[in-house]
């Protein structure tokens, strides 16, 4: 594939690396000197020095040919802009942006950026992974039905414990699709009860967490 | 925006000299508070095109005086 980055910080050099280094032909843009100065160093002629956002720059780095073209850039604005220059004016089939303000992050997915990271989330997620007992784990967001999957371990004194998992009276969204149990995931049947370490994976909405969470964690 | 009480506006006019920052607030006017009259500058008039197909009303400075300079040499002659 060939893929352009816009915003060669530490996150765009690693990329542009990683992604060299399995096959891609990749061009990177940098608009600050130094940073450019470093990101040539490192990349050679792959780096060039430039605006993203502006047409001379994109059309220089061929953007009309390009697969991917991910924005990397430290300002959600020139992010957008970057992805939306790319889709409109060059038809890129697939664009990439880094957004840092998490409120932009529905706007970017409105306007059709089509993978949207936000650096927030993701580090929040990495944080929740590895703070124990942490109620709710976001494993995947499914965002053209922003639908959440959760990993949720069961407390022991939890007042499902014991309960058919087809009892539990979930919220209308959300459903539990897989008990992991000491020996093993099963996908719930009617016979399937809940026990004490059991781990629940359901999906649901960003709406019904906090009452799927009482519901599943609920001392009565 | 919010702070601006952007709720309560009629207009909403974009028309600093970044336009990246021009185009993302605009949109966010215009999509998530729907406000009725929203106008973006592009300060580079090669993105014009570009962000004309985003159902953005646009003005550009160089765009408008070039015009205004063609109308006035046409009315002259």
Same mark, same amino acid.
């Given at each position: 594939m060939y893929i352009i980055i816009i915003g060669c910080g530490r996150l765009g050099l690693q990329l542009s690396k990683a992604l060299m280094a399995v096959g891609h032909e990749v061009t990177a843009i940098e608009r600050d000197p130094t940073r450019y100065k470093a990101a040539s160093h490192t990349l050679g002629t792959v780096a060039i020095e430039g605006d993203g956002t502006s047409m001379k720059t994109l059309s220089l780095a061929g953007a009309n040919r390009a697969d991917l073209v991910v924005a990397l850039t430290g300002s959600d604005e020139s992010n957008l802009a970057v992805c939306q220059i790319a889709k409109y004016?060059?038809?890129?089939?697939?664009? $990439?942006? /880094?957004?840092?303000?998490?409120? +932009?992050?529905? /706007?970017?997915?409105?306007?059709?950026? @089509? %993978?949207?990271?936000?650096?927030? +989330?993701?580090?929040? %997620?990495?944080?929740?992974?590895?703070?124990?007992?942490?109620?709710?784990? +976001?494993?995947?967001?499914?965002?053209?039905?922003? $639908? @959440?999957?959760?990993? $949720?371990p069961i407390p022991p004194d939890a007042s499902v414990i014991g309960e058919n998992v087809n009892d539990i009276d979930l919220p209308p969204n959300s459903f539990i699709s897989l008990v992991v149990k000491n020996d093993g995931p099963v996908i719930p049947r009617e016979d399937t009860i809940l026990e004490v370490d059991d781990e629940v994976i359901v999906v649901t909405v960003p709406s019904e967490e906090q009452i799927l969470y009482e519901k599943l964690t609920g001392v009565e | 925006m919010t702070s601006a009480s952007i709720g309560l506006t009629d207009a909403f006019w974009a028309l600093s000299e970044d336009d990246s920052k021009n185009t993302m607030a605009a949109q966010i006017a215009k999509h998530i508070f729907n406000i009725p009259n929203v106008l973006c500058l592009i300060n580079d008039h090669e993105k014009l095109q570009v962000f004309q197909k985003l159902d953005l009303e646009l003005i550009s400075t160089t765009t408008t005086i070039s015009e205004n300079i063609l109308s006035s040499i046409g009315s002259t002659s």
């Open positions: 004016g060059y038809n890129a089939p697939r664009t $990439m942006a /880094l957004v840092k303000s998490p409120p +932009h992050e529905a /706007l970017f997915r409105l306007l059709e950026v @089509d %993978t949207v990271i936000n650096s927030t +989330h993701l580090i929040l %997620t990495t944080i929740e992974e590895e703070v124990p007992k942490w109620p709710l784990i +976001h494993l995947l967001n499914l965002k053209t039905h922003s $639908m @959440d999957i959760v990993a $949720m | -």
